[in-house]
């Protein structure tokens, strides 16, 4: 992640990249991005798309898939059936064909913000080709992607606002045929600004062709949950939404000046803690969005797991591959040991 740096640093930092101060304190005044609102009516299998499914041998296309969380994958475990396939996003189905069936629904911004990333390629990314928007919400930005698109009309440094086209939906990326087509929508966090470094020293033999904006450093919260809570409270704020999220597993990290997320999201510091103490803990929810950050008097020289949520199933299956063991005994899984240098990275 960065390194922190002074405030006038940070203050320059922001006013050359992000949209103006009075932007950066709006409300979260989110549209959907397509005209598809079967979300609010609660019609599911009208608003997600389906996936396709091939599970002891029955075939079918669960609309359920297209939500956000552990909804694919599906296999047997002692506890019973477990998806431990985490889906990031939402995905949209479309409202409008041509007579070929391609998809003619408009995309649109969810929010005003800055677009910071577009890729045009549809082989560099899962996504195929995607857009992503940084959104400046009480002083900490959000990045909302747009994936699998057909075409995109804006370019990285546009200024969009709430409901403004940028694209059209399509079918471009891994696994999506026409009959498939749809949006998919994430709005995330991001871990680190140090992203490239570290993905040049742990992933040198897999090209990243989208830099900082790449998935592996975006952690997607429950935009479709987010949507039906701010039609209830029109007020709230992305820290109050993830305030009741369960801890899922803590990890304890050495103290670090390149510690990124108490500066990106000063929120998920602690309150009231002192942080003269010789590393921090960061806790996760399951699907590796982290939710807080204190300071803690253990002392590591790596990162370390030091909480998990007690069950008898496969921890792998229940925290994207992070932490592996059941019951007692659990551990950071390599990759999970990985992803967790990139919050200190280079260190």
Do not use: C
């Not at 019609?43 to 499914?53: C, H, L, S, W």
């Not at 570290?198 to 062709?209: G, I, K, L, M, S």
């Not at 993830?242 to 050495?254: A, G, I, Q």
């Amino acid at each position: 992640m960065r390194l922190f740096a002074a405030p006038i640093v940070i203050a320059v930092f922001w006013s050359i990249s992000t949209p103006s101060q009075a932007a950066q304190n709006q409300a979260l005044d989110l549209v959907l991005p397509t005209d598809n609102d079967a979300l609010f009516s609660g019609d599911g299998a009208a608003f997600y798309q389906y996936v396709e499914r091939d599970y002891k041998g029955v075939k079918s296309k669960p609309w359920e898939g297209g939500q956000y969380g552990f909804v694919r994958d599906p296999t047997d475990t002692a506890g019973g059936v477990v998806y431990t396939r985490f889906h990031e996003g939402i995905d949209i189905r479309p409202l409008h064909r041509d007579a070929n069936g391609d998809p003619l629904d408009q995309v649109r911004a969810i929010a005003d913000g800055k677009v910071v990333h577009a890729n045009l390629v549809p082989g560099y990314s899962n996504y195929g080709k995607y857009i992503v928007i940084e959104h400046r919400w009480d002083g900490s930005s959000y990045y909302s992607l747009y994936g699998h698109l057909s075409s995109i009309a804006v370019h990285p440094g546009d200024m969009v606002k709430r409901g403004q086209p940028i694209a059209t939906m399509g079918y471009t990326g891994v696994g999506i045929n026409r009959e498939r087509a749809h949006l998919h929508l994430e709005l995330d966090l991001m871990f680190s600004h140090q992203f490239e470094a570290w993905h040049n020293a742990f992933f040198r033999n897999d090209p990243n062709h989208n830099g900082i904006y790449n998935g592996l450093n975006l952690a997607g919260l429950d935009v479709a949950r987010l949507y039906l809570a701010l039609r209830k409270n029109p007020s709230l704020r992305v820290p109050e939404f993830l305030h009741d999220e369960e801890t899922f597993y803590k990890v304890t990290l050495p103290k670090s000046r390149h510690l990124d997320l108490p500066r990106l999201y000063p929120w998920m510091l602690a309150a009231g803690k002192r942080n003269e103490k010789s590393s921090w803990e960061v806790s996760f929810a399951g699907s590796g969005v982290p939710l807080k950050i204190e300071p803690s008097d253990r002392h590591v020289m790596q990162p370390e797991l030091s909480y998990v949520k007690k069950s008898s199933i496969d921890y792998s299956y229940l925290t994207r591959d992070v932490v592996s063991g059941r019951e007692g005994s659990a551990d950071l899984t390599n990759y999970g040991r990985q992803l967790m240098r990139l919050l200190i990275y280079p260190d």
